[in-house]
């Protein structure tokens, strides 16, 4: 759980796709996570209009680096509040 961030499960895939509360705009948002703490993803936006202040996220990875990621948008999220 990151407070901001609404997460449902995902069924059949190794991505998720969370709603943000902040108003920035996706696009900015993933280059924000990109240059500050090194974690690539898929802006919303790239889905169409109904996936802005949405992102896209791989959970293809070992046990140990999805820690290590989820710990670092915990942080920069936390940043936003």
Same mark, same amino acid.
């Given at each position: 759980?990151?407070? @901001?961030?609404?997460?449902?499960? +995902?069924r059949?895939?190794?991505?998720?796709?969370?709603?943000?509360?902040?108003?920035? +705009?996706?696009?900015?948002?993933?280059?924000?996570?990109l240059?500050?703490? *090194?974690?690539?993803?898929? +802006?919303?936006?790239?889905? @169409?209009?109904y @996936?802005?202040? *949405?992102?896209?996220?791989?959970?293809?990875?070992?046990?140990?680096?999805?820690?290590?990621?989820?710990?670092?948008?915990?942080?920069?999220?936390?940043?936003?509040?």
């Amino acid at each position: 759980e990151i407070d @901001g961030l609404d997460v449902m499960k +995902p069924r059949g895939t190794f991505y998720v796709f969370p709603r943000y509360k902040y108003p920035i +705009p996706s696009g900015e948002l993933a280059e924000k996570i990109l240059m500050e703490k *090194h974690i690539a993803l898929t +802006p919303g936006s790239a889905f @169409g209009k109904y @996936g802005e202040y *949405h992102f896209r996220l791989s959970f293809a990875s070992s046990m140990e680096n999805l820690e290590e990621g989820i710990s670092r948008l915990r942080d920069f999220f936390s940043s936003l509040s």
